[in-house]
């Protein structure tokens, strides 16, 4: 539905008599967004069959014109490229040249592309666009991609040590001698389509796009002066998929899939911090994929870019000193208790968007999830993605200080396979202090 007649007629330009006294080398007018160009600009018909029939995403900021969606490329990097602007580093006009950049493996297209309603929060033709759109390119249409794919070796620590302790054996496939795994991995950012977006939350599209620009305090004007504008490329962090095996297995239900949703945790990801079981849980999912490619299998681990619950880190640091200095020290029972005290709801993630990727990877089967959450598991399943087994860590990889953590998930209906800790338990200071 209209959220606002189409364009209004705000004055759009700034008076060349208010410009300052000394004489600008080029002149530029303030151009709103909420002027109503869209002359030249091809339509997007979302979930369409085909990539000519639905559109392409143009986001660019160089013809204004030619812009079919609100925001930009790049999520929230799309800032860092304004600062380049800027300070004169890289110029507006720059367009990406797309030689040689092409995926290193084919994904798709797989019927649930043109499910309007299956994939809202990423461009199925994303890594595809300089093949599906060479025509449009050709135009001068300055259309970027939204995912790439290439391949990488991956070396962890843990799946050496799973190698030396005879865990895993190299194969020299998919585990070299040295413990390097062979991945294809793929970068995926974030385009909204928000009818259906809206869909998902149980809000109205309106209300969607009014409560996006304020709470955006009023970033982006088209999401409510614009609504034939429907694709909106958020600035937001996307995700990054690790594929362990043959891509197009993923779609091939009588192939075993394993998989890992995993939000990231920057503290215990990459620095080992301990108050939490992210890493270990990755590291073990990780080896979970490997061991799946090589019984003849797949492995896809999905990192999304949702740190501290989508929270953020402040938002998480300030929580770890509120659990940890409250009276009675750090206790599963008040665990999600003072997340909620400092953010106000003890979870941002909200996995209603997430199991897109998996539709367009073609995901139909997963045989063994690697998590204990139960939201993935409802968003999966709920989503039409049969779920076999599900392997959560094993306990000897929860360090100490992460066993608050883990008896709060058990305890408030988290997978497990195992006892669940009683409201004595949970009330047990398990976390070491601040000065410990
Ligand atoms: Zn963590």
Redesign the pocket.
């Known amino acids: 539905m209209s959220v606002v007649s189409s364009a209004n007629s705000a004055s759009v330009s700034s008076p060349s008599t208010s410009a300052p006294a000394a004489p600008s080398p080029s002149p530029r007018h303030i151009r709103l967004t909420s002027h109503s160009s869209g002359l030249g600009s091809i339509p997007i018909r979302w979930g369409a069959a085909t990539a000519q029939e639905r559109g392409p995403v143009v986001g660019t900021t160089t013809n204004r014109a030619h812009r079919n969606v609100i925001g930009t490329h790049s999520g929230s990097y799309s800032v860092y490229r304004a600062l380049a602007v800027a300070a004169g580093a890289l110029k507006r006009e720059h367009k990406a040249d797309l030689t040689n950049t092409s995926p290193t493996d084919v994904i798709g297209p797989y019927p649930q592309w043109s499910d309007p309603g299956r994939i809202v929060s990423l461009d199925p033709w994303g890594a595809s666009v300089a093949e599906v759109y060479a025509g449009e390119l050709a135009a001068g249409y300055d259309i970027r991609p939204t995912i790439a794919v290439t391949q990488a070796h991956v070396i962890l620590p843990e799946v050496i040590d799973a190698l030396q302790k005879g865990r895993l054996k190299a194969d020299g496939k998919f585990l070299t001698p040295g413990g390097a795994a062979v991945v294809t991995k793929v970068a995926v950012e974030p385009v909204w389509y928000l009818p259906e977006v809206a869909r998902r939350f149980n809000c109205s599209e309106t209300d969607l796009r009014r409560v996006l620009f304020e709470e955006t305090g009023g970033m982006y004007p088209e999401l409510v002066t614009r609504s034939d504008l429907e694709v909106f490329l958020p600035p937001i962090g996307g995700q990054t998929l690790y594929i362990f095996g043959k891509p197009r297995d993923l779609a091939d239900t009588s192939v075993e899939l394993t998989a890992r949703i995993h939000d990231e ?1 920057n ?3 990459v620095f080992g ?1 301990d ?5 270990p849980y990755l590291t073990h999912a990780i080896e979970e994929c490997i061991a799946g490619a090589q019984r003849g299998g797949v492995g896809l681990i999905a990192y999304s870019r949702k740190e501290g619950r989508a929270l953020g880190e402040v938002t998480k640091f300030l929580v770890y000193n509120a659990r940890k200095r409250q009276v009675g020290g750090d206790t599963a029972d008040q665990y999600f208790a003072r997340t909620e005290c400092v953010a106000g709801v003890q979870d941002m993630r909200f996995q209603e968007l997430m199991p897109d990727v998996f539709h367009w990877l073609g995901i139909q089967k997963i045989h063994r999830l690697v998590s204990m959450s139960n939201m993935k598991f409802d968003a999966i399943t709920g989503s039409g993605i049969a779920v076999g087994e599900r392997i959560n860590i094993p306990d000897e990889l929860i360090p100490a200080d992460a066993r608050v953590e883990m008896d709060a998930k058990m305890a408030a209906g988290y997978f497990t396979p195992g006892v669940v800790p009683d409201a004595e338990e949970l009330k047990k200071a398990k976390g070491r202090g601040l000065s410990e």
Do not use: A, F, H, L
């Not at 108050?275 to 890493?279: K, L, P």
């Open positions: 945790c503290g215990s990801d911090s108050i939490c079981t992210c890493r």
